[in-house]
């Protein structure tokens, strides 16, 4: 049983709850709109960018992993590449399969 799930469902809760009050006073007074989500940012400015710094972390690290698969894969691609358009290089010996 995961022990964070009540901490994360208790925080969705909170940010749903303020972003559904949010969105219910500036449909209720939609002329000041402007006033009431600059005074949400003024008020939660700190949470959001927490929320951006702790966000940002997975984000590139996913990031990296895509690059890094990418990579591994056109490694692995030109591993197993076989070029045989031409002839050998100097000092190799080219020996022809067996004809049947």
Known sequence: MDTR??????IGIFIVFKLVTT????????????????LFFAFHWPFIL????FAAAPALFWMRLV?????????????WRVDSA??????VIHIAPPRL
């Open 67 to 79: 690059r890094v698969r990418a990579k591994r894969a056109q490694l692995q691609a030109a591993e």
């Open 23 to 38: 969105a219910a006073i500036v449909f209720a007074a939609p002329g000041h709109a402007g006033t009431t989500i600059a």
């Open 86 to 91: 031409g002839p050998p290089a100097e000092g």
């Open 5 to 10: 799930a009540p901490l994360w469902t208790l």
């Open 50 to 53: 927490g929320g951006l710094i």
